[in-house]
């Protein structure tokens, strides 16, 4: 059974790069079947996608967030990451990874359990 | 302000029915038939109920059920059960420039 565990600092201070880690256990990371995905959820508000990156490093970013994200992938660890650059309290939120069949109509499947990240000085 | 509206909060008794709504755009839940809902319980990963407007995956149960009419999705929980206090996400692939959109989340009380 898949599981998937986001890591990173939970305090980041303005204009900084948030960067986090998602650890993928119980199943291969490499998968023609699945995209691997950042989700974020703002209090308050509801989830927002962030972008996908597929093994081969392959990315689809959310176009509203394109210009400050990066995300990575290292197959050898099981481990893809995300990096947001310029933060700002609006980048406060609980930040998700998640996979996503390659069927764009698909639900992500299986989700981690959240990692809070707060931008504050 | 999220892309799909959800009521914030429903509640129910034991042994209840409850429906929770999901309404978008003719972009999103109006011309696609995939919509997702969500679970999620306190400190624990989101878990998909229902996929492709109606569809459970293996494993969930035939308790939880989904429909669509026009703009508007609905999960509907019946025989309410204590451990269905959660939150619950719908989610509908779109045709904008962000391919999956989100509701604001409904949080499930169960009195």
């Known amino acids: 059974q898949v599981q998937l565990q986001e890591s990173g600092p939970g305090l980041v201070k303005p204009s900084q790069t948030l960067s986090l880690t998602c650890t993928v256990s119980g199943d291969s990371i490499i998968s023609d079947a699945h995209n691997w995905t950042w989700i974020r959820h703002h209090p308050g508000k509801g989830l927002e996608w962030i972008g996908n990156?597929?093994?081969?490093?392959?990315?689809y970013y959310n176009p509203s967030l394109k210009s400050r994200i990066t995300m990575s992938v290292d197959t050898s660890k099981k481990q893809f990451s995300l990096s947001l650059s310029s933060v700002t309290a609006a980048d406060t939120a609980i930040y998700y990874c998640a996979r996503k069949p390659v069927h764009l109509w698909a639900p992500f499947d299986c989700w981690g359990q959240g990692t809070l990240v707060t931008v504050s000085s | 302000q999220s892309a799909l509206t959800q009521p914030a909060s429903v509640s129910g008794s034991p042994g209840q029915s409850i429906t929770i709504s999901c309404t978008g755009t003719?972009?999103?839940?109006?011309?696609?038939?995939?919509v997702s809902w969500y679970q999620q319980h306190p400190g624990k990963a989101p878990k998909v109920l229902i996929y492709d407007v109606s569809n459970r995956p293996s494993g969930v149960s035939n308790r939880f059920s989904g429909s669509k009419s026009g703009n508007t999705a609905s999960l509907t929980i019946s025989v309410l059960q204590a451990e269905d206090e959660a939150d619950y996400y719908c989610?509908?692939?779109?045709?904008?420039?962000?391919?999956?959109?989100f509701g604001g989340g409904t949080k499930l009380t169960v009195l």
């Open positions: 990156i597929f093994y081969t490093g392959s990315t």
């Open positions: 003719s972009s999103d839940i109006g011309y696609y038939n995939y």
């Open positions: 989610s509908s692939y779109t045709m904008n420039t962000i391919p999956w959109v």
